[in-house]
């Protein structure tokens, strides 16, 4: 246990409907990432929240919305998602932005 | 964007052997990172090396980093079959945007 969980572990929604991803974090961190893996294509950061502020948002689509009501709490709100959305969605906190961060198993989507 | 590229894409090793995987990126970083994925889980943190460090030990990993080729490697000894996973780099760089930055991956199997 990495001390960051994530729930549900698996989803499949269907491209009208609407789903959250939820992330919590019990190390006391003060920043807290969302990341897409797809099959073979490096880890791509979406979002960044530091001090519950976004500080980072890699031109995601507006389909994806992002939500910190707290420092250790982080959802990512899913709408009129494509195929091409199905991936393994990590979600990760640090102490400090760009040092060791710590990962939850993630959410395998599928989008059908 | 800077990015780092592991070496090999992946490697299949007697158990006992020695494992090495190599990261190359592309400009000035304040540290690089390693980091271990099971399949389809989460990603965990094994070892950070800074800028002004060049080797680094944590029980059988060793880490080297040269800058001046900008390039580091990962050394797995005694590999054990509980090591088979995706082994990632990470770097933060040393200017501008500090978020890290990740690899594709080296696929790493130990045979028993």
């Known amino acids: 246990e990495t001390g960051v969980t994530q729930t549900p572990r698996h989803l499949v929604m269907g491209m009208t409907n609407k789903k959250s991803l939820k992330c919590e974090q019990h190390?006391?961190?003060?920043?807290m990432y969302w990341y897409k893996q797809s099959a073979k294509k490096p880890l791509e950061l979406m979002f960044v929240?530091?001090?519950?502020?976004?500080?980072e948002n890699n031109s995601v689509p507006s389909r994806f919305s992002p939500e910190c009501p707290n420092s250790s709490h982080l959802f990512l709100h899913l709408h009129t998602l494509q195929p091409e959305d199905s991936a393994l969605y990590l979600c990760?906190?640090?102490?400090?932005?760009?040092?060791?961060?710590?990962f939850g198993p993630g959410t395998r989507l599928t989008v059908t | 964007s800077q990015q780092g590229e592991e070496d090999p894409q992946a490697l299949s090793i007697q158990e006992g052997e020695n494992a090495t995987m190599n990261c190359s990126y592309k400009t000035s970083i304040n540290n690089l990172q390693w980091y271990r994925q099971n399949s389809g889980r989460g990603l965990v943190h094994l070892i950070l090396?800074?800028?002004?460090?060049r080797e680094k030990h944590s029980g059988r990993l060793r880490v080297t980093l040269d800058t001046s080729k900008k390039s580091s490697s990962l050394l797995i000894t005694a590999s054990r079959a509980a090591d088979t996973a995706s082994y990632f780099c990470?770097?933060?760089?040393?200017?501008?945007?500090?978020?890290?930055?990740f690899g594709t991956g080296t696929r790493l199997t130990i045979i028993p």
């Open positions: 990470a770097t933060d760089a040393s200017f501008g945007n500090e978020k890290l930055t």
């Open positions: 990760a906190s640090s102490q400090i932005e760009g040092l060791e961060q710590y």
């Open positions: 190390l006391g961190h003060n920043a």
């Open positions: 929240y530091s001090l519950e502020e976004r500080v």
């Open positions: 090396i800074r800028s002004n460090e």
